[in-house]
């Protein structure tokens, strides 16, 4: 129950819960106490003294930040002594203070300059020499640090350490002298690191890209999201003179708390690339070539159309993306079912059937055992990442990781490292291990145990590499804890994992890692399904979805991504509409399959390897340059807003398929004229979209705002189900087996662009074991050929143990030709090039 | 002069050696202690006898071992060997002459607080001390003085020497934890007080080496004894280290509530060459001066808290008439500034700022307005900075201007430093 304690401050009388601080209560009540070392997210440590208070019955001041309530405490925050020792603090911190506010990043947003002009003395009484310390100091690619600056609060010392558990930084030396850095002078290497700069209250620590780009009060700020990953952190947009010059967190505890990752507070700034495509293009020659607008969408639409007229509309294909948003996904199916007749629609990294949003971003807070199958969630989702740790740090979360590739997190419990492709196996001797644990008490252990005799921890550990040992303190965490968070990617085998919860409660989530996966499948970009859901070959659904877009809809189900490629090679498909996605450095045979159409149009922001294949480009505007929703990894509907125009000559996805449109139908730009096509904004698709989307119905961009909309989510109940694992088997000639994941700051699409990025970006590197690296003579630093039964490539050798013996690791976008199916372990071999 | 009792091995040839020490009667308060008291009487005798910390505090032991939470373990007992404050050495005597009288006190004491781990914190330019101690818990083991099952009575305690790297903040007692946990030393926030909440999280009893020093006399003579001393606040005996311009500086073992001037005439031989005494700083360099006039003030700690000083750690520095006072404290404000941790910006900012306007008067720069600033920075450091060693810079300084304005002005209108030629 909770209790209340009554308080006066300043003669005003406020109930609180027992607990709150002097600070916390006054806030309630609206009265302003100055605090520099204390921070709402962070352990207090009364460090500063700026919030010095009287406490009746107290001796001496008390640190509001740090004293809890009493019952009948009185506290006063305006006696002479206090405003004196307010001042007091403040001049100490003045006399060694450099005050170059004029060339400071943090001037017009500084905590310090606010609180010396509401509670400071107005003159100085220090003459002696100021003390000087180093003044632009970097900390790793993306922190400044200004010594002379520092306050010494110590924010970004506790952030590090409480929240991503990476204590990098420390106070060094003592006293006057103190300084804070990191260790030995390492860089920073921190994901997390860019959010000591939004914490630092003075421009002691400033971000090395927007150094100097701006004043503060000349930013132009939009609330808005992060679109570099499923997570959709919340994020305020900074721009000036329409250039977006800066992300920071904003405040969303359901989603990122108030935090970035690295990759999404640096890497919005690739809008601002050189690369950026400013002008539509046609293939002439051979080459590709700058055209109008004009042109270029008319031939667009008029080599579709003769295409599908000369064949039939089931030539034509369309591939949407899960890094667009809503808005463009849906007039892309629309286009493909209503204008084109075809349900050949899909995208790359669907969520395949059963596979389900987390609970939240946030759902590891809730989780006993975060079990990672075969994911790596700093790369994945970085801000699932940084709640792993949280909760590792604050609840004693364990994390039980299962993958050829070792993730940070798994620090926090234990490393199942196995070959690629035998996950689900090692899944399997857990549940071994569970079903005959006494502590696991569940109606399905009878059943389990009998279905995983085949799985005994010895057995495995042959088939799979895993270790015994590691495997009993795997299960040893899981029984004792209970409750866990699966996370899984792409090709995951759901049944065992309906087995863990049926054993022991908890949830199991897809890892999504792109900003919209979730929602391009709602608004019906799959073969077989409408927005919402409904399949195509439900008559009354087409019937419905017919009338709304005044058009006779395929019965037929359309072909699946998979099949469209491999229909490439047999003119089963001729003619395909890409927007957004780079399929080539997504998907195993996309450059092979796209070289044989008859004819491709690429709708992106860059010459991607897709684009690069194109017989049109057509330039569009990032997330940030346009309105949309997304939906996030836990299928909670969010805002990205409109920060700055688009490049002249760039139009958003949205706009450039209804322009498509409009130009297949011969009209001019004139609007107004009877068409389902006439879009002026997003919010207007948006509305369209509410109307056949069932959940979405209540929705409108008001209502989503800036802090999202999340749907209830009913937890359905699991049954286990019986499984059977296949160990995968190395052909002749193919010794080990390569997979693919995403690193934390990956060359993909379209973080490979972002000048902020270029220094950390994840090069073509192959990880490889030790032992694997000794008898083909390979070092960290040789080039390497890795070649599959599709192909090869060259990248460069890194030996590392992060790896298990047998497997090879790198980034997708490296080595998506390689693979046998996305998220398909593939054997390979390696030698030196 | 009375039979020593804390000092009575120092000078004892091989004092420091296990059979030494027992030949004279050692371990015997230990095997009592045992035999005879359960914890808690032990606790209790030692409230009843008064014995106040001697780490500078003054804080009751046996009032501070009762606050330990009932059935939280395991607990742990840190001995505060820093001895940081300037002018204090007495510590020191103990630890290199009679490291077992010390590890004895630490033994009963841990047996009281049902602690089976304890520590003794040794400050890190104390490595003779340090290895005098190692050399004599070694000893202590080989004789089943430590470890396991004591002396048969099913008592263990683990005793672990740690030599501190040179800091004085590590002597506060938080700073200290955080340092023994490898920490950089830094004083952290209190509540929780350490008797509930200190090393690792655990409950922990810090107590000053003059303190459980004391224990052993305590449980073989009883509380009566140790109030027979001294006055009902300030009962025992003390250590009193005297330095300065006296004849013969030193450690002497004196009841409390002895008149400062037995202390400076009787034992220290009196002022050096004669000279007038000047001032005299009774506790510690951080306890506020006294002038001569004061001579007769009984040495305990509410007498000199009634003239606004404090008895401290014990350690008089008598300062002779010809010394700059301007000087002197320059000189301790710099210990300061260079001490302060950094944690708070009051200790940090504001001990600089005094060591800088301290040092431009003493050169010749000193401004009129120097004095009131100077008093005023006080005020913004006292009572408000994050540990007492913010206040504790500022009794040299606010006790100089109350007792030798003059002499500060002399400097400010002469511009320079009336004592140098
Ligand atoms: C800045 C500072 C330095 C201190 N240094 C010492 C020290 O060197 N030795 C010591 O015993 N106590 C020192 N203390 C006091 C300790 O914090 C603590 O009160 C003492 O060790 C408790 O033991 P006692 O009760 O036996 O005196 C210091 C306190 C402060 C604020
Ligand atoms: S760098 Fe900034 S956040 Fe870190 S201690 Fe200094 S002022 Fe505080
Ligand atoms: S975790 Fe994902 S959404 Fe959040 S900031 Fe990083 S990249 Fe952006
Ligand atoms: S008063 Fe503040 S700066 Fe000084 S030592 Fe204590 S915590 Fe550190
Ligand atoms: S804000 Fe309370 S001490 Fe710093």
């Known amino acids: 129950m909770e209790v209340l304690v009554n308080v006066t401050i300043d003669g005003q009388q406020v109930s609180v819960r027992a607990g709150t601080t002097i600070l916390d209560a006054a806030k309630q009540l609206g009265i302003p106490i100055p605090t520099f070392c204390y921070y709402a997210k962070l352990v207090g440590i009364g460090a500063c003294r700026m919030c010095l208070v009287e406490v009746e019955k107290m001796r001496g001041l008390q640190t509001a930040c740090t004293t809890k309530v009493q019952e009948g405490m009185v506290v006063r925050t305006n006696t002479p002594e206090v405003v004196q020792t307010r001042q007091g603090m403040l001049e100490f911190l003045l006399t060694n203070h450099p005050l170059d506010c004029p060339i400071c990043d943090k001037g017009g947003e500084c905590d310090l300059q606010d609180q010396v002009f509401q509670f400071g003395g107005t003159v100085s009484r220090y003459v002696e020499e100021k003390r000087h310390k180093a003044k632009a100091k970097p900390l790793g690619p993306f922190v400044m640090k200004d010594e002379e600056r520092c306050i010494l609060c110590r924010r970004c010392i506790r952030f590090l350490e409480e929240w991503p558990g990476d204590p990098e930084l420390d106070a060094f030396e003592r006293g006057r002298n103190t300084v804070v850095d990191t260790f030995y002078g390492r860089p920073l290497t921190s994901p997390f690191s860019g959010n000591v700069i939004d914490l630092c209250p003075v421009g002691a620590l400033t971000s090395i890209p927007f150094r100097f780009k701006a004043r503060s009060w000349e930013l132009k700020r939009t609330p808005s999201i992060c679109t570099l990953c499923g997570a959709g952190c919340n994020l305020t947009l900074d721009a000036k003179a329409n250039r977006l010059l800066r992300?920071?967190?904003?405040?969303?505890?359901?989603?990122?708390?108030?935090?970035?990752?690295?990759?999404?507070?640096?890497?919005?700034?690739?809008?601002?690339?050189?690369?950026?495509?400013?002008?539509?293009?046609?293939?002439?020659?051979?080459?590709?070539?700058?055209?109008?607008?004009?042109?270029?969408?008319?031939?667009?639409?008029?080599?579709?159309?003769?295409?599908?007229?000369?064949?039939?509309?089931?030539?034509?294909?369309?591939?949407?993306?899960?890094?667009?948003?809503?808005?463009?996904?849906?007039?892309?199916?629309?286009?493909?079912?209503?204008?084109?007749?075809?349900?050949?629609?899909?995208?790359?990294?669907?969520?395949?059937?059963?596979?389900?949003?987390?609970?939240?971003?946030?759902?590891?807070?809730?989780?006993?055992?975060?079990?990672?199958?075969?994911?790596?969630?700093?790369?994945?989702?970085?801000?699932?990442?940084l709640w792993i740790r949280r909760a590792a740090l604050t609840k004693g979360t364990r994390v039980v990781a299962i993958g050829p590739k070792r993730p940070v997190v798994s620090r926090y419990g234990v490393w199942l490292g196995c070959r690629p492709g035998t996950e689900s196996a090692v899944l399997a001797a857990l549940l071994h291990l569970l079903a005959r644990d006494e502590r696991v008490q569940a109606p399905a252990k009878a059943d389990l145990a009998g279905w995983t005799k085949d799985y005994a921890p010895d057995r495995v550990a042959e088939a799979t590499g895993v270790s015994v040992q590691a495997l009993k303190q795997a299960a040893d965490f899981l029984a004792a804890k209970g409750s866990p968070l699966v996370l899984y990617g792409g090709g995951a085998d759901l049944s065992p994992v309906r087995d863990l919860l049926a054993l022991l409660g908890g949830e199991a989530g897809y890892l999504a890692p792109k900003p919209n996966a979730w929602g391009a499948l709602l608004m019906g970009v799959a073969p077989d399904r409408y927005p919402g859901g409904a399949s195509v070959e439900d008559a009354k659904a087409r019937d419905s979805f017919g009338k709304q877009w005044d058009a006779r809809l395929s019965p037929r189900k359309g072909l699946a991504l998979a099949d469209m490629l491999a229909g490439c090679r047999e003119g089963i498909v001729q003619a395909m509409l890409v927007v957004e996605s780079d399929l080539v450095r997504e998907h195993p045979a996309a450059a092979e399959a796209l070289r044989t159409l008859r004819f491709l149009v690429v709708v992106d922001q860059f010459l991607t390897a897709t684009a690069e294949l194109a017989d049109v480009v057509l330039p569009s505007a990032a997330p940030s340059e346009t309105d949309g929703t997304f939906l996030n990894l836990a299928k909670r509907l969010q805002?990205?807003?409109?920060?700055?125009?688009?490049?002249?000559?760039?139009?958003?996805?949205?706009?450039?398929?209804?322009?498509?449109?409009?130009?297949?139908?011969?009209?001019?730009?004139?609007?107004?004229?009877?068409?389902?096509?006439?879009?002026?904004?997003?919010?207007?698709?948006?509305?369209?979209?509410?109307?056949?989307?069932?959940?979405?119905?209540?929705?409108?961009?008001?209502?989503?705002?800036?802090?999202?909309?999340?749907?209830?989510?009913?937890?359905e109940k699991v049954k286990p189900v019986p499984f059977a694992v296949e160990y995968p088997v190395a052909p002749e000639g193919y010794p080990l087996t390569l997979a693919a994941g995403q690193a934390l700051f990956p060359k993909a699409t379209p973080a490979r662009y972002s000048p902020a990025l270029a220094p950390v970006?994840?090069?073509?590197?192959?990880?490889?074991?030790?032992?694997?690296?000794?008898?083909?003579?390979?070092?960290?630093?040789?080039?390497?050929?890795?070649?599959?039964?599709?192909?090869?490539?060259?990248?460069?050798?890194?030996?590392?143990?992060?790896?298990?013996?047998?497997?090879?690791?790198?980034?997708?976008?490296?080595v998506a030709a390689l693979l046998e199916a996305p998220d398909k372990a593939t054997h390979v071999k390696l030698s030196r090039s | 002069m009375a039979e020593p009792v804390l000092l009575r091995n120092v000078g004892v040839p091989d004092s420091h050696k296990i059979e030494v020490y027992m030949q004279r009667?050692?371990?015997?308060?230990?095997?009592?202690?045992?035999?005879?008291?359960?914890?808690?009487?032990?606790?209790?005798?030692?409230?009843?006898?008064?014995?106040?910390?001697?780490?500078?505090?003054?804080?009751?032991?046996?009032?501070?071992?009762?606050?330990?939470?009932?059935?939280v373990y395991p607990r742990y007992l840190v001995c505060n060997a820093d001895e940081g404050e300037p002018g204090t050495f007495k510590d020191r005597v103990l630890i290199e002459h009679d490291p077992h009288g010390l590890i004895e006190g630490i033994i009963i004491s841990c047996y009281a607080c049902e602690v089976n781990t304890a520590f003794i914190y040794i400050r890190g330019e104390y490595e003779f001390g340090a290895r005098r101690l190692e050399q004599a818990v070694q000893e202590a083991y080989a004789r089943g003085f430590l470890g396991k099952n004591i002396l048969g009575s099913g008592f263990n305690l683990d005793l672990i020497v740690h030599r501190g790297a040179g800091a004085y903040i590590c002597g506060e007692e938080t700073g200290m934890l955080t340092s023994l946990e490898g920490d950089r030393g830094h004083p952290k926030l209190k509540p929780p007080f350490p008797a509930s909440e200190g090393l690792y999280r655990k409950p922990t009893v810090i107590n000053n080496v003059e303190t459980l020093f004391n224990v052993p006399f305590i449980v073989e003579r009883g509380a009566e004894w140790y109030t027979s001393m001294g006055t009902e606040k300030s009962p025992g005996l003390k250590l009193f280290c005297i330095s300065g311009h006296v004849n013969k500086p030193g450690v002497y073992e004196l009841p409390l509530a002895t008149p400062l001037r037995t202390l400076i005439y009787d034992y220290a031989g009196g002022p050096l060459e004669g000279k007038p005494i000047k001032a005299i700083i009774p506790g510690g360099s951080s306890t506020p001066m006294i002038t001569p006039e004061h001579l007769d003030v009984p040495l305990d700690y509410e007498s000199l808290a009634a003239i606004g000083t404090m008895l401290g750690s014990g350690a008089v520095v008598v300062i002779g008439e010809g010394t700059c006072i301007v000087r002197t404290v320059e000189r301790l404000a710099e210990f300061y500034r260079h001490e302060s941790c950094g944690k708070c910006i009051p200790c940090r900012e504001g001990t600089d700022w005094l060591y800088k306007i301290l040092h431009r008067i003493e050169h010749g720069g000193g401004r009129e307005e120097d004095l009131p600033l100077m008093l005023d920075i006080c005020n913004n450091i006292g009572g408000k900075s994050f540990c007492p060693l913010g206040d504790a810079a500022l009794g040299p300084v606010r006790s100089s201007i109350a007792h030798f304005r003059e002499e500060y002005l002399q400097h400010i209108r002469e511009k320079r430093c009336p004592f140098q030629d």
């Open chain 1, 639 to 715: 805002r990205a807003a409109q920060a700055t125009y688009p490049p002249k000559g760039v139009r958003p996805a949205w706009r450039v398929i209804a322009d498509l449109v409009d130009a297949a139908q011969g009209k001019d730009k004139k609007r107004g004229a009877e068409s389902h096509w006439d879009y002026e904004t997003a919010a207007e698709i948006w509305r369209e979209i509410t109307r056949g989307v069932p959940v979405c119905r209540e929705c409108t961009y008001e209502t989503i705002g800036t802090a999202g909309w999340q749907p209830e989510s009913a937890a």
């Open chain 2, 25 to 71: 009667g050692g371990y015997q308060a230990l095997r009592k202690a045992l035999k005879e008291f359960q914890p808690a009487a032990l606790v209790d005798l030692v409230k009843r006898s008064g014995l106040r910390g001697r780490g500078g505090a003054g804080f009751p032991a046996g009032v501070k071992w009762s606050f330990l939470p009932k059935g």
């Open chain 1, 247 to 385: 992300a920071v967190g904003r405040e969303n505890p359901d989603v990122n708390d108030e935090w970035l990752c690295d990759r999404g507070r640096f890497g919005q700034d690739y809008v601002r690339s050189d690369q950026r495509l400013t002008s539509p293009l046609i293939r002439k020659d051979g080459q590709l070539q700058p055209a109008t607008w004009d042109e270029a969408l008319a031939f667009a639409a008029r080599r579709i159309q003769d295409i599908a007229q000369t064949a039939n509309p089931d030539v034509v294909a369309a591939v949407g993306s899960a890094r667009a948003s809503n808005e463009a996904n849906y007039l892309l199916q629309k286009w493909a079912r209503a204008v084109v007749g075809t349900n050949n629609v899909d995208f790359a990294g669907r969520p395949a059937d059963g596979f389900a949003p987390l609970s939240s971003v946030t759902a590891p807070l809730r989780a006993g055992v975060v079990v990672l199958l075969g994911v790596d969630p700093l790369g994945d989702a970085p801000m699932v990442d």
């Open chain 1, 761 to 814: 970006l994840w090069g073509d590197v192959l990880l490889v074991h030790p032992k694997d690296a000794e008898g083909r003579g390979i070092k960290t630093g040789d080039a390497v050929r890795v070649a599959s039964a599709r192909g090869a490539v060259e990248l460069k050798a890194r030996l590392t143990d992060e790896v298990v013996p047998g497997c090879v690791w790198a980034c997708l976008e490296s």
